[in-house]
């Protein structure tokens, strides 16, 4: 992950950071990281999105992310993945400026969600975030959640 840090005499620096991805999805699971709403909404289909868990799964670099860490309180999306985002504390907050994509896709494939069932009338594909590993076939698969029988 890429910080920019400081401004000094109206410069930005950029310092790169070593994030574990656990830490990174915490940080948007709880707010302090989110997607600025002048960012396009996810876009991704199925296949980009098991490509990129393919690329995780054998280790292939994934490309880094860009966070913007400001005071500064923006507009931000109402979801990030399936997941609804959080309101916003004082303080620090990251502002995802490259990555949003694949950070979705992360975290709709490593933390379990509830099936979002439709609840969010601007995804045209609520399904795609039913991602699961296949034992057997040893990849990421696009599935579908079955309610459990009473």
């Not at 933390?111 to 057997?136: I, K, M, Q, Y």
Request: hydrophobic fraction near 40%; proline fraction near 7%.
């Amino acid at each position: 992950m890429t910080v920019p840090g400081p401004a000094r005499d109206g410069i930005v620096e950029v310092q790169p950071e070593v994030v574990f991805l656990f830490d990174v999805l915490r940080q948007l699971g709880d707010g302090r990281l989110t997607i600025p709403r002048f960012q396009r909404p996810f876009v991704w289909r199925r296949d980009q999105m098991l490509d990129l868990l393919d690329s995780v799964y054998r280790q292939y670099p994934i490309g880094s992310i860009l966070i913007w860490e400001t005071d500064e309180k923006l507009a931000t999306l109402d979801r990030i993945g399936p997941f609804p985002t959080h309101a916003q504390g004082p303080g620090i907050v990251g502002y995802v400026l490259d990555g949003h994509q694949r950070l979705s896709t992360l975290l709709a494939a490593l933390v379990h969600h509830e099936s979002t069932g439709g609840n969010d009338v601007l995804d045209d594909d609520p399904g795609r975030w039913n991602l699961a590993f296949d034992l057997e076939g040893e990849g990421f698969r696009s599935c579908t959640i079955s309610q459990p029988v009473s």
